[in-house]
């Protein structure tokens, strides 16, 4: 398992454990407010948070309504859920996590690749905001293993330290 450490969000509001060799890409290039995006040192994998309006949808349809419109986003050829659990407990506030595979245009190229997303939602409805934590792994294959063991520690260790970030 990888080793993860303690790191902090929107300037403190939020903690979360996240693997050692990520780095803030904010350092580097424009992200917008609402997002914070991490990429791996040595490979394509990339970690974003984004707090984004709350959707008033069905919680059975959220999950996928989300990797539905990140496939968009992504231009993505192909996409398909693997894994769409609505409700798994966490200390703070229940989230829905879906995984699946999307097959994406690569930046700046018209070659394609396989991507493994790891996708979480936080809803907080009474501050009208959903949480995305996002986790894009390059592979070709559809094994999740063990990749989810370590997005779901990531996830159980997210913290809202000072709810004013709503505010």
Known sequence: MKKLHENYF?????????PNDYIDISKYRTIPDNQEVYAHKYNNNCLVIEIVCYKDI????????YFDDLANENTSL????????????HSQKNYILVVGAQKITKCNTQMHENVLLYLCIIPYKEYNAD??????????????????????????S??????SLFV
């Open 10 to 18: 929107f300037g403190k509001y939020i903690k979360m454990n996240i």
């Open 58 to 65: 069905d919680i059975k349809e959220k999950g996928k309504y």
């Open 78 to 89: 192909e996409n398909k859920i693997i894994l769409n659990n609505e409700s798994v407990p």
């Open 131 to 156: 949480i995305l934590i996002t986790w894009n792994i390059p592979k070709n294959d559809l094994n999740i293993n063990p990749d989810i063991n370590i997005f779901t520690e990531m996830i159980q």
């Open 158 to 163: 997210f913290e809202i330290i000072d709810f």
